[in-house]
């Protein structure tokens, strides 16, 4: 695909869908709109028609990924309910990943609002700065400062074992209520 070249409507929603199926690592809206020659907002537009059609697309701070179907990845998945101060969050987060752990998500008990949830999708060191770099240069703040340090994770991994190592370590360092 020439950049020279805009792709309209459907043809470009299907070249994003193959493009998403195909690729083993996320690719972001400016990624995706360069390719295509259309704006990100273009391509916030054409995830969500596509998202629509239930496609399993999901959103992440890395960029857009397309959810294998079930059964193409044997996963094994469980939530965890951690704890630790702000500054900590990396030091988890590489705890996770060093153990062939994706740490899908982020979500709290808010007193007011409920369950909060938040994508977080990382599997490796280089995903994990890269989500601290991002809440560093957005000046955002942890969902867990919101509740004063305590915050549920959804882990996964290809075994048992890696998510019973991930938390022995977690445990260890001090960074889960039991």
Same mark, same amino acid.
């Given at each position: 695909?020439?950049?020279?070249?805009?792709?309209?409507?459907?043809?470009?929603?299907?070249?994003?869908?193959?493009?998403?199926?195909?690729?083993? @690592? /996320?690719?972001?809206?400016?990624?995706?709109?360069? +390719?295509?020659? #259309? %704006?990100?907002?273009?391509?916030? =537009?054409?995830?969500?028609?596509?998202?629509?059609?239930?496609?399993?697309?999901?959103?992440?701070?890395?960029?857009?990924?397309?959810? @294998? /179907?079930?059964?193409?990845?044997?996963?094994?998945? +469980?939530?965890? #309910? %951690?704890?630790?101060?702000?500054? =900590?969050?990396?030091?988890?987060?590489?705890?996770?990943?060093?153990?062939?752990?994706?740490?899908?998500?982020?979500?709290?008990?808010?007193?007011?609002?409920?369950?909060?949830?938040?994508?977080?999708?990382?599997?490796?060191?280089?995903?994990?700065?890269?989500?601290?770099?991002?809440?560093?240069?957005?000046?955002?703040?942890?969902?867990?400062?919101?509740?004063?340090?305590?915050?549920?994770?959804?882990?996964?991994?290809?075994?048992?074992?890696?998510?019973?190592?991930?938390?022995?370590?977690?445990?260890?360092?001090?960074?889960?209520?039991?």
């Amino acid at each position: 695909m020439t950049q020279d070249k805009k792709v309209l409507g459907e043809e470009r929603r299907n070249l994003l869908l193959h493009w998403l199926q195909t690729e083993d @690592k /996320p690719l972001t809206g400016g990624e995706l709109a360069g +390719r295509t020659n #259309v %704006s990100r907002q273009v391509i916030v =537009q054409d995830i969500s028609l596509l998202k629509a059609k239930n496609e399993p697309i999901l959103a992440t701070s890395q960029g857009y990924v397309y959810m @294998k /179907p079930f059964g193409e990845q044997v996963k094994k998945e +469980r939530i965890i #309910v %951690s704890f630790h101060e702000p500054h =900590q969050t990396k030091e988890e987060l590489y705890i996770l990943v060093d153990h062939g752990v994706t740490v899908k998500d982020v979500r709290i008990e808010h007193p007011v609002y409920g369950d909060l949830n938040a994508s977080v999708m990382v599997s490796s060191r280089a995903e994990v700065d890269a989500f601290i770099r991002k809440i560093k240069q957005t000046n955002a703040s942890y969902l867990s400062q919101l509740t004063d340090g305590t915050h549920l994770h959804t882990i996964e991994a290809d075994s048992e074992e890696k998510l019973d190592a991930a938390y022995a370590v977690l445990k260890e360092a001090g960074m889960v209520v039991e």
